[in-house]
């Protein structure tokens, strides 16, 4: 169900009788602290018209600041296309302003500007208990600065690279922003939503790390964003390729699931239509998702599968059923991306250790600011069933071509049917 946002007038009215103490704490927050914060413009150079809006804030007395980096992707890898401009909540525009360093799996970036009597905000050492009170600033749609109050959650479950989750309404514009305790120390940084005020934060340890870096006067931030990437690869061949995949028992098929409990893994019936045959989809992922576009954040993996049976079709009607299940590529699955190439495919019959047979379909793209590094897509299916079968799927982002291999060898070799 949608809510409007817009309310009725009489409503409004009703509603601004009476301010609530949090309300009046909000503004307590924004009048004491917003000071710190600015709006970050990348700029379009020819036209010096914003192209990407987001949001940072001051960390130390000699113009220091703190955003996304996905904010700045476009001006690190195209910077005679794009510059940057910060603007303060007084309108005041700062040109002076500079890309010190990046943390691409961590979504952070560090700023160096010629600011008039900058203000810092203090990095807080420690983790706010779950509830907590937190204050999230920023500009949102490129309107003047705002105040969101909400609540403090703690760490995502299922994060490899680590996030807070804030419950509160973070919007397009407030990336970059500091979320921050009543009395201004900084936990998180304000880095993406999924809605429905569920937002998260990268945590402020995460930034101490970063600024405790030692900067270059003349950076190489692509080779930066690469080292990052990199250390991810590292963290997951660690987590699940020298592990090894686990296996789940799915309606006969025993099937591969990332290792261990960082992986958030989910079931669900196949919404049919009709009673002609049955249908689990069974999907495993992370709470961590990679800015390889700017625009567009990447799950760093993703395996799912669906698993079909049915006692009433005939043979050709359930082959057609389950063909199309493998051809069909849905909305989100693969889509086009201005920093990296199509798609290309190879398709084939493979058998595993276990004499299955399969259908599979291995689809790369390079990304050529970042070689080295590819997103995967890849779909299997068993073949030789007339009436059960599984069609999984697999994806990786940002993975070097080892990993992606090593994927797709463990996916076949961890699939088999329960005895």
Same mark, same amino acid.
């Given at each position: ?5 817009? %309310? ?8 601004g009788v009476a301010p609530t ?22 700029? =379009? ?29 476009? &001006? ?50 420690g983790v706010p208990e779950v ?5 999230? &600033?920023?500009?949102?749609?490129? %309107? ?16 490899? =690279? ?18 921050? &305790? ?27 790390e970063l600024l405790a870096q ?6 190489? &931030? ?52 009709? %009673? ?27 395996? =799912? ?115």
């Open positions: 169900m949608r809510v409007s946002a817009c %309310l009725p007038w009489a409503l409004v009215i009703l509603l103490p949090g309300r009046a704490q909000s503004a307590t927050v924004f009048d004491r602290f917003s000071k710190s914060v600015y709006k970050v413009e990348i700029l =379009e150079r020819r036209s010096s018209t914003p192209s990407i809006v987001g949001t940072a804030f001051v960390v130390d007395s000699a113009g220091t600041l703190l955003t996304n980096y996905h904010v700045v992707k476009g &001006l690190v890898f195209k910077p005679d296309d794009y510059r940057i401009r910060l603007v303060g909540n007084d309108g005041a525009a700062v040109d002076s302003v500079h890309v010190v360093r990046v943390d691409a799996a961590h979504d952070l970036a560090v700023l160096s500007a010629r600011l008039r009597d900058p203000v810092p905000l203090r990095l807080d050492h509830g907590t009170s937190v204050f999230s &600033l920023g500009f949102p749609l490129n %309107l003047t600065g705002t105040v969101v109050q909400g609540s403090f959650n703690g760490l995502m479950p299922h994060s490899l =690279e680590g996030t807070f989750h804030f419950t509160g309404s973070l919007n397009p514009g407030m990336s970059g922003g500091p979320t921050l &305790l009543a009395d201004g120390r900084v936990v998180g940084v304000n880095v993406a939503t999924s809605g429905n005020q569920l937002s998260y934060l990268v945590p402020a340890a995460r930034a101490r030692p900067r270059d006067s003349n950076p190489d &931030l692509v080779a930066d964003v690469r080292s990052s990437l990199e250390a991810v690869q590292d963290r997951v061949r660690q987590m699940v390729f020298r592990k090894g995949m686990e296996e789940t028992d799915i309606a006969g098929f025993r099937l591969p699931k990332p290792p261990g409990d960082s992986f958030d893994c989910s079931a669900s019936p196949v919404d049919t239509g009709d %009673l002609d045959y049955d249908g689990v989809i069974y999907r495993c992922g992370l709470d961590d998702w990679l800015w390889l576009d700017p625009d567009d954040a990447s799950p760093i993996l993703v395996v =799912e599968h669906v698993v079909m049976s049915s006692h009433k079709l005939t043979r050709l009607r359930f082959a057609t059923l389950y063909s199309e299940w493998f051809s069909t590529v849905f909305d989100g699955e693969i889509s086009n991306s201005d920093w990296a190439t199509k798609y290309r495919c190879e398709a084939g019959n493979v058998r595993n250790g276990h004499g299955l047979k399969f259908r599979l379909v291995q689809c790369w793209r390079r990304r050529p600011d970042l070689p080295g590094l590819y997103d995967l897509f890849v779909r299997t299916a068993i073949l030789g069933g007339s009436d059960a079968g599984v069609v999984s799927t697999y994806r990786m982002n940002g993975t070097t071509r080892e990993n992606g291999l090593a994927l797709i060898r463990q996916a076949l070799e961890h699939t088999g049917k329960v005895r």
